[in-house]
Nanobody, 123 residues
């Protein structure tokens, strides 16, 4: 239903910050809940945080609380992930996801996925 393209990843030193973007295609972006996930090397993909279609509600995994913030700009059809005070254990491929039915904590419940963007945090 929606084509998603992540950007903004790269190499950053521990303690630094990055802002990831996920640009969406289509006319109905404002009707989709959006989420961010990450998959460290050799590990399972994990839920990080999500935002409702209107932007009025946000949901955070414990791993995202305090350092990560999700936001969206429906006019730009873009969702953002602001990451502060990055740590080496944050190294992973970061994915955005979209679903028209709401926010889900399980990866298999999301309808659309981007290709991912690599974030590497050096110690």
């Amino acid at each position: 239903q929606v084509l998603l393209v992540e950007s903004g990843g790269g190499l950053v030193q521990a303690g630094g910050s990055l802002r990831l973007s996920c640009a969406a295609s289509g006319r109905t972006f404002s009707s989709y809940s959006m989420g961010w996930f990450r998959q460290p090397p050799g590990k399972e993909r994990e839920f990080l945080l999500a935002i409702s279609a209107s932007g009025g509600s946000t949901y955070y995994a414990d791993s995202a609380k305090g350092r990560f913030t999700i936001s969206r700009d429906n006019a730009k059809k873009t969702v953002y992930l602001q990451m502060n005070n990055l740590k080496p254990e944050d190294t992973a491929v970061y994915y955005c996801a979209a679903d028209p039915t709401g926010v889900h904590y399980l990866t298999k419940s999301w309808g659309s996925w981007g290709q991912g963007t690599q974030v590497t945090v050096s110690s």
